[in-house]
């Protein structure tokens, strides 16, 4: 089974400054890994995917991640956040090829962006 | 391109009676997968449908079951509810499995009473 770890649960930037969400993962087969991101009262929006290939990995709004094996680490960081950026993120885990239990998720971390 | 649909968006139920929730996936899309969202849990996955077959099912009680049907989309039912059913379910559609690609719904938030 795989599992995700996302360290802070709150994490507060500045308007302007660099974002970085943590997330490191457990898997014993290939991964693939995905960042969603959700706001208030809203599904999830999925901002970029790891499959195979390059490792790191651009995605929507300026966000990007870089998947490290040998760290188990897929940390999300954008260079400059906006306001707009304010939401709960999600780090995910499946196992490459399909399995029996679906996305999983980490327990998210709610970006909080000060004017 | 339309999105995943789901509804009803709010639903109220009384503990003990049952409800049913609907998603249509993306055009084309083939797999659809159900997740639970509560504050304490966060998200756990329900089960996945692919082709009106249950490929995938979570660790959920008996009283949640689903099916698709052959334009792809699905149901959700939750039979006797419980106060702790409350929740946000979350629909997630894809061309060969959410696994690899999940497109999510805006969800369904039931309140049980």
């Known amino acids: 089974a795989q599992s995700v770890t996302q360290l802070g649960s709150h994490v507060s930037v500045s308007e302007g400054a660099l974002v970085l969400l943590r997330c490191n993962y457990s898997?014993?087969?290939?991964?693939?890994l995905f960042w969603y991101v959700q706001y208030p009262n809203q599904g999830l929006q999925l901002l970029l995917k790891y499959t195979t290939g390059a490792t790191l990995v651009k995605g929507i709004n300026g966000f990007e991640a870089e998947f490290k094996k040998s760290e188990t680490s897929f940390h999300l960081t954008k260079p400059s956040a906006h306001m707009s950026d304010a939401a709960e993120y999600f780090c995910a885990v499946s196992v490459a090829g399909g399995g029996a239990d679906g996305l999983t998720f980490g327990k998210g971390t709610h970006l909080i962006i000060q004017p | 391109k339309a999105g995943v649909t789901q509804t009803p968006r709010y639903l109220i139920k009384t503990r003990g009676q049952q409800v049913t929730l609907s998603c249509s996936p993306i055009s084309g899309h083939r797999s659809v997968s159900w997740y639970q969202q509560t504050p304490g849990q966060g998200l756990q996955f329900l089960f996945e449908y692919f082709s009106e077959t249950q490929r995938n099912k979570g660790n959920f009680p008996g009283r949640f079951s689903g099916r698709q049907f052959s334009n792809s989309r699905s149901e959700m039912n939750v039979s006797t509810l419980e106060l702790g059913d409350s929740a946000l379910y979350l629909c997630?559609?894809?061309?060969?499995?959410?696994?690899?690609?999940?497109?999510f719904g805006q969800g369904t938030r039931l309140t049980v009473v």
């Open positions: 898997s014993s087969v290939p991964p693939y």
């Open positions: 997630a559609s894809g061309y060969s499995s959410a696994n690899t690609e999940a497109f």
